[in-house]
């Protein structure tokens, strides 16, 4: 790639360890920085390590900086992008637009060679975006969004998609021209239904370090989320195998289809057992490409193993009906899992072992003598441990007294490993500010904090907003800003 790349690739886990064995704490100022130069927040956790390097943690990837200063270097290279307007994303080949649409076909084919893919794995099916999502964790997205070439061949793939998938066809809109300025367009797909899709917003999805797999999936409605209207007559139709094979084709519609032809999610005209799962009428229902059943909308109570849920519940397997095991569901009704009262309409998780992963309270509950706020979120270790709740009441955890609407995380051992106050408080003599991440030693001692207000330590005066770590003796190791 032409562009220079910034940071390394690391596995969550791998990015945690380093976190955990070289030490480290949440660096506020580099993300207040990366705030001020995007305009808005990430839920993305950024450390400062003990040996100056950087560690930024997304959903399901990482990057390690060599510094503090390199990712500095990132986010001058993102301001200076965002400063050169009217800049296409695009640059300056597609002019207005023009030529964009004849170009999308070739554009697309490319992309496996732009990307370092294998042959053949960029079938133009929905699943298929999962291999950019993996290019974009090697390179970053945010490198990819930097090449103008690299981007046009992935807008063209992701609108191809869109294209297929919606039986649609391409339009370009706008442009919308400045004085002497270069023109702004967009490529968009309008779909045989009438709507329309748009593939330019993989940049701002690249960019953020979100996945595109799942943005399109959802644009698309593929899972029955977000309400897919794509037309009959798609250019390619094959028949349905498997267990969606043995269902007469009058007794339902094909809503998406893999690139091969096959039916990706289809609604029943009447409620449909598919192999013992009993699948609601008009709610779109999910298979793979052998017809195996992978996510449905019940039409009546089920059991999934040691799991029940309601009528009117979204399921969605780990891999498929034949393992058996659930990934995630919408409940249809509130409902107790694992003791645990769930709140419908909220999306539950659960572990490997079906243990209960995630879920929004339907009220305020007690987990493991915990009490945890109605109407937030928890998440549990695959042990059945509390890992993540907001406090319902003021508490005692792990030996400190925490206010009410404190967010706390908890390690697998039960151990205090981060807070975040809903108001200032004073931890261990320290004025912790609110809203930012407190963290804490295996030991339990503090590990880092902002100042909520100035505070002396040791005959020497710190401002309010200084960022503190501490070793796991509790002696003070560094202040960034505000040293005063």
Not at 403 to 429: C, M, Y
Request: hydrophobic share 40%.
């Amino acid at each position: 790639m032409a562009k220079t790349r910034f940071g390394k690739a690391i596995g969550p886990r791998q990015a945690r360890k380093l976190v955990t064995d070289v030490g480290g704490a949440a660096d506020t100022e580099l993300a207040s920085e990366r705030e001020r130069i995007l305009g808005h927040s990430l839920q993305q956790e950024l450390y400062r390590l003990n040996d100056n390097r950087i560690v930024e943690i997304f959903d399901g990837s990482a990057r390690l900086y060599a510094s503090a200063a390199e990712y500095r270097q990132l986010l001058a290279v993102v301001e200076e992008t965002a400063k050169r307007q009217p800049q296409h994303p695009l640059g300056t080949r597609f002019r207005q637009g023009r030529g964009f649409i004849e170009a999308a076909v070739p554009l697309a084919q490319e992309l496996a060679g732009k990307l370092n893919l294998a042959a053949g794995v960029l079938d133009g099916s929905v699943d298929s975006l999962e291999h950019i999502d993996q290019a974009a964790q090697r390179f970053g997205g945010h490198n990819l969004v930097q090449d103008p070439a690299i981007l046009a061949s992935i807008v063209a793939y992701v609108g191809e998609v869109m294209r297929g998938a919606s039986n649609g066809r391409w339009e370009i809109r706008g442009p919308v021209s400045g004085d002497g300025d270069e023109e702004f367009w967009q490529p968009v797909i309008v779909g045989a239904n009438g709507r329309d899709y748009h593939p330019f917003g993989v940049f701002k999805t690249l960019f953020e370090h979100s996945h595109v797999h799942a943005k399109v999936e959802y644009d698309l409605g593929a899972l029955g989320r977000g309400g897919s209207q794509a037309q009959p007559g798609q250019p390619v139709i094959s028949p349905a195998p498997g267990a969606l094979g043995a269902v007469p084709e009058a007794a339902y519609r094909v809503t998406l289809r893999y690139g091969d032809g096959r039916p990706r999610t289809v609604c029943f005209t009447r409620d449909t057992l598919i192999a013992g799962v009993p699948c609601r009428a008009e709610a779109e229902v999910g298979f793979h490409r052998t017809g195996e059943l992978f996510s449905a909308t019940l039409a009546e109570p089920c059991r999934f193993g040691r799991l029940w849920f309601g009528t009117g519940t979204w399921v969605r397997y780990r891999t498929g009906q034949q393992d058996g095991r659930v990934n995630d569901v919408i409940l249809g009704e509130d409902q107790e899992l694992d003791g645990v009262p769930c709140r419908a309409g909220t999306y539950v998780e659960f572990h490997a072992n079906q243990r209960l992963s995630g879920a929004t309270l339907a009220r305020d509950c007690a987990i493991k003598d915990i009490p945890c706020a109605g109407d937030t979120s928890i998440i549990l270790h695959a042990s059945g441990r509390l890992s993540c709740a907001t406090l319902a009441r003021e508490h005692v955890v792990a030996g400190r007294t925490l206010p009410r609407g404190t967010s706390i995380v908890l390690a697998k051992a039960g151990r205090l490993a981060r807070v975040f106050l809903p108001a200032d408080w004073d931890i261990d003599t320290i004025p912790c500010k609110a809203g930012v991440s407190i963290d804490f030693h295996d030991s339990g001692g503090l590990r880092s904090a902002v100042l909520a207000r100035s505070h002396p330590i040791l005959g020497q005066s710190y401002r309010a907003g200084t960022l503190l770590g501490f070793d796991a003796d509790g002696r003070l190791t560094y202040a960034q800003a505000g040293l005063g």
